[in-house]
C-alpha cells in the first residue's frame, strides 16, 4: 500500500514538472496607451497560461518607437505598435503584423481612442479645427497621434507648416499643457482624459471623428515568426480572451489598467475604457491593409516620408485567421466583418 502511495505521489510530481516544462516562454511588450491593455488582461486572467503560454510583460514603453528598439535589442520577442512600424520597416527592420491590438476589422475609420486637447485661453475653438492655424501643438513624431493630428489638419485644409508641432512623449504632455509650453497637444488615452482633470480650463477639442483608420499591431520579426508560428496562435487566441473579457467586463478591466499604466487613477481608466472597447478587435480584414497603406500615403504625400513599402509583405493574416476559424466565440459579441472586407489564404491588398 506504502509503495502504490509512493508511486501515485512521484507521477503526480512527474506529470508536474512535466506540464512546467512544456510551457513556452514568450517575452511581450506594450506601450503605455490605454489601448494596449488587452496583453496584461490576457495575462492576469491566465488565458496564456491555459494555453500552454508563460508570459511576461516588459516594462510600458513611452511610444511604439522605444518598443521596437526594445524588439530589436531582444528585450522583447513580440511587441504592440501601429504607426512606428511604418518607419522601421523603411529602416530595414523585417517586421511582420500579425493581429490587431486596436483597430477594426469591420469599418475603414477608427480612432474613438484619440482627442485633441487644448488649454485654457489657446485660442483653439472646440470643434474649430481651422481654429488649429498657427498654434503650438505637441505629438509624439512617428505614433499615431503624430497621424492623428496630420489627418485633422488635412480635414481644416491647413498644411503642417500652417501649426508648429512639437515632439512630446505622451506622458509629458499635460504638464506641457499646464506650464503653457503648448498650446495643444494630440493623444491617445489615457492622456487625454488626464488632462481634462489635471488642467484646470482644459478643453477636448474633439475625440475621434473617424479621421484616420487606427494602426495597433501585434508584430514581431520575420525570423522569429516564421519558427514559431504555433506559440503565435496561442498568444493570438490568448489576447483575443483577453479583449472579449475585457469588452464584457470594462470596469474590471479598467481596475487591472491602474496596474499596468503608472500614475492611472481608477476614475480615469474607467473613463477611457467606454472609448478603448469599441476598438478592441484583433482580427485581420481587408481595412486592417488599407489602414496601413492610408498612412503611409498620407505621411508619403505630406512629404514626411521619402518612400513606402508594399503591404503584402509585412502582414501576415494566417496566424489569426486560424485563431478565427478554430476560436469562432472568441469574436462572437463583434460585429461581423463585411463580406466584401474578409479575407482568406492568398489574400493581396490592392490600392
Known sequence: MKRLLMLGVALVLGSTVAGAQTMVKLKAGMVSGFDQIGLP?????????????????????????????????????????????????????????????????????????????????????????????????????????????????????????????????????????????????????????????????????????????????????????????ETIEKFLAGVSEGDQWMRKNPKQAAQIATRWIPGLKPEIAEAAMQFNIQQADRRLSANNYRALWSAEDRLNRLGILKSTFDVNKHIEPKYILKVMKDNPELFADLPPIPADAMIGAGYVFKP
Request: aromatic share 6%; charged share 20%; no cysteine.
Open 41 to 229: 488582461i490576457a495575462l492576469e486572467r491566465g488565458f496564456f497560461e491555459k494555453r500552454g503560454l508563460d508570459v511576461t510583460i516588459a516594462r510600458p514603453y513611452a511610444t511604439g518607437v522605444d518598443a521596437l528598439n526594445a524588439l530589436q535589442a531582444g528585450e522583447s520577442e513580440i511587441v504592440q505598435v501601429g504607426v512606428p512600424m511604418i518607419g522601421a520597416v523603411l529602416r530595414g527592420m523585417d517586421l511582420v503584423a500579425l493581429g490587431n491590438y486596436s483597430g477594426n476589422a469591420t469599418k475603414a475609420g477608427s480612432d474613438a481612442t484619440m482627442a485633441v486637447v487644448a488649454r485654457e485661453g489657446s485660442g483653439i475653438v472646440k470643434g474649430d479645427l481651422a481654429s488649429l492655424k498657427g498654434k503650438k501643438i505637441a505629438a509624439s513624431f512617428g505614433t499615431i497621434n503624430h497621424l492623428y493630428i496630420l489627418a485633422l489638419l488635412e480635414k481644416a485644409g491647413l498644411k503642417p507648416d500652417d501649426v508648429t508641432l512639437v515632439n512630446t512623449p505622451p506622458p509629458d504632455m499635460t504638464v506641457a499643457l499646464l506650464a503653457k509650453g503648448i498650446d495643444a497637444f494630440s493623444g491617445w488615452d489615457p492622456w487625454p482624459i488626464v488632462a481634462g482633470k489635471d488642467v484646470p480650463g482644459a478643453v477636448e477639442i474633439i475625440r475621434g471623428g473617424d479621421v484616420i483608420s487606427y494602426l495597433g499591431f501585434n508584430v514581431a520579426l520575420r525570423p522569429w515568426v516564421d519558427a514559431n508560428g
